[in-house]
């Protein structure tokens, strides 16, 4: 079994930062990409950040320049620094991680945090 258990979540005001953590635990035998979603009420949930197992990144437009994904293999941890908070950006946010649970195994498995939640406002 695998778990990906999310912290750092909060209420900060405009302009703020905080840093998100996830941490994956349990049958891993490696861990391929990580990733940052998202979802506001009434909205689909969609990516924030992503990056691979050699350290390549990707980042929404809407997050672009603000926030910053990085991941520490040797924990089975990623993170998310998020600069310049803005209330847009007020959402549970979920980490994500393409997982093989064994060495046996061919094809990554999708797993998900439970989500935490980052309120922006003043």
């Known amino acids: 079994q695998v778990q990906l258990v999310e912290s750092g979540g909060g209420l900060v005001q405009p302009g703020g930062s905080l840093r998100l953590s996830c941490a994956a635990s349990?049958?891993?035998?490696?861990?391929?990409?990580m990733g940052w979603y998202r979802q506001a009420p009434g909205k689909q949930r969609e990516l924030v950040a992503h990056i691979s197992s050699g350290g390549n990144t990707f980042y929404a437009d809407s997050v672009k320049g603000r926030f910053t994904i990085s991941r520490d293999n040797a924990d089975n941890t990623v993170y998310l620094r998020m600069n310049r908070l803005e209330p847009e950006d007020t959402a549970a946010y979920y980490c994500?991680?393409?997982?093989?649970?064994?060495?046996?195994?061919?094809?990554?498995?999708?797993?998900w945090g439970q989500g935490t939640q980052v309120t922006v406002s003043s």
């Open positions: 349990g049958s891993i035998f490696s861990i391929n990409s």
């Open positions: 994500t991680a393409a997982i093989l649970p064994t060495s046996r195994a061919m094809i990554p498995h999708d797993y």
